[in-house]
């Protein structure tokens, strides 16, 4: 398998923490990503991924996978132990419900191409950007405490297992923290995300700091 990727990211976080929890290992091709030349806007990456996002994973059979939950998702099938997804229906709705709050909801308004865009079309300046970044964040995680204090019954998001909303959560969590954010202020979460911290597989898969 090759893993089209960039360490800053946390989208490419979830799939490298799939991948280390799972046993698998994954050629990893870098790709850059911030700034007007980055090579996820050139036409040579957008051959590969018409998106231009990573991360976007190559199968041993030749099939590219874009979007993090797919790819997680695709792994737990080909490598079904340990599993990623909790074993009742209601707690694997839950679990994508939690993984698809971070996704769709709170890191699809974070890209840099996003930066770009405020910054192009309304003239935001850094500091604008990064306002509106800490609200969506902010208001975001503190969605998903509530989701996870209302359901909550074992020690991770979903049970007493790191499940597919764990490996959604820890990346999106370290990124917030990393902008200022008291972890404390979400207290499932803060609890959820130092279990996290001890798990290697976690710990040395985080994002990245941006330079």
Request: charged letters at 20%.
């Amino acid at each position: 398998m090759k893993l089209y990727q960039n360490e800053i990211s946390s989208a490419t976080s979830r799939v490298r923490i799939a991948l280390a929890l799972k046993g698998l290992t994954a050629e990893t091709l870098p790709v850059t990503i911030l700034g007007e030349n980055a090579e996820s806007r050139q036409a040579g990456y957008r051959s590969v991924n018409p998106q231009g996002l990573v991360p976007a994973l190559l199968t041993d059979g030749g099939v590219l996978i874009t979007q993090s939950l797919a790819i997680v998702e695709y792994l737990d099938e080909i490598q079904p132990e340990p599993a990623l997804l909790p074993g009742t229906a209601e707690d694997r709705a839950l679990a994508r419900s939690i993984a698809l709050a971070i996704a769709a909801e709170i890191h699809a308004l974070l890209p840099p191409r996003i930066g770009l865009h405020l910054g192009k079309t309304f003239q935001a300046d850094a500091d604008a950007v990064a306002a509106w970044n800490r609200h969506w964040v902010g208001e975001g995680m503190a969605a998903i405490e509530t989701m996870i204090a209302g359901r909550r019954q074992g020690a991770f998001a979903v049970g007493d297992q790191p499940c597919v909303a764990d490996i959604f959560l820890f990346p999106q969590a370290i990124s917030a923290r990393r902008m200022g954010f008291d972890l404390a202020q979400w207290p499932n979460i803060a609890e959820i995300v130092a279990r996290l911290e001890a798990i290697p597989a976690f710990q040395e898969n985080a994002p990245a700091p941006r330079r």
